[in-house]
T-cell receptor, first 107, second 128 residues
Framework: EIVLTQSPGTLSLSPGERATLSCKTS???????LAWFQQKPGQAPRLLIY???TRATGIPDRFSGSGSGTDFTLTISRLEPDDFAVYYC?????????FGGGTRVEI | QVQLQESGPGLVKPSETLSLTCTVS??????????WTWIRQLSGRGLEWIGD?????????NPSLKSRVDISVDTSKSQFSLKLKSVTAADTAVYYC?????FGSGRYDPNKYYIDYWGQGALVTVSS
């Protein structure tokens, strides 16, 4: 199965700063078979990005995704208080579907 | 707005079968373009895809769980279900039902299903 490694484990930033989250896969997942999710405590994950770079419905444009092959990035251009959460990447290029271990973005 | 809601026992004894049901509202379960999915979250962080099924009974399972898992869809009740046999403490987790939707265009690409709706999650503890 494809292993997804997210870094850093925790990102400590302030509102208004830029957040850059990395997701590396153990094998190529193609140009677009990657999604990003946001999870807040006590809630289910929420789809932010699919196809590596397409924002899901209702997701603000301060969230952007990029990358292909084995290296992907989620960027939050200017952090808002509501953005402090855990972020997961997930690949759909090969079965079984797998998730990264998450990056916590904290104040 | 599509909503999914898990239901089932919150406590299961070791060696028994974990059974959960997900009720879908606000959208049809009886159409193509969707896989009805179960995912679990272990120890508050690690997400694990268990498997899924579409309305025509095409099933996909995680090989690590395949021998113990059955996912079925009941279109008449707009529900889908998870059964996980022979559970141990390692199966203690929050179990989510979810919908994987096809986001492709043009030539069909089976890799372009993405998880766009989730239930709120159900904590299941395996303990005697």
């Amino acid at each position: 199965e494809i292993v997804l490694t997210q870094s850093p484990g925790t990102l400590s930033l302030s509102p208004g700063e830029r957040a850059t989250l990395s997701c590396k896969t153990s094998q190529s997942v193609g140009s677009s078979y990657l999604a990003w999710f946001q999870q807040k405590p006590g809630q289910a994950p929420r789809l932010l990005i699919y196809g590596a770079s397409t924002r899901a419905t209702g997701i603000p444009d301060r969230f952007s995704g990029s990358g292909s092959g084995t290296d992907f990035t989620l960027t939050i251009s200017r952090l808002e208080p509501d953005d402090f959460a855990v972020y997961y990447c997930q690949q759909s290029g090969s079965s079984p579907l797998t998730f990264g271990g998450g990056t916590r973005v904290e104040i | 707005q599509v909503q999914l809601q898990e239901s089932g026992p919150g406590l299961v004894k070791p060696s028994e079968t974990l059974s959960l049901t997900c009720t879908v509202s606000g959208g049809s379960i009886n159409r193509g373009g969707y896989f009805w999915t179960w995912i679990r979250q272990l120890s508050g962080r690690g997400l694990e895809w268990i498997g899924d099924n579409d309305y025509s009974d095409i099933r996909n399972y995680n090989p690590s769980l395949k021998s113990r898992v059955d996912i079925s869809v009941d279109t008449s009740k707009s529900q889908f279900s998870l059964k996980l046999k022979s559970v141990t403490a390692a199966d203690t987790a929050v179990y989510y039902c979810a919908r994987r939707t096809y986001f492709g265009s043009g030539r069909y690409d089976p890799n372009k299903y993405y998880i766009d709706y989730w239930g709120q999650g159900a904590l299941v503890t395996v303990s005697s």
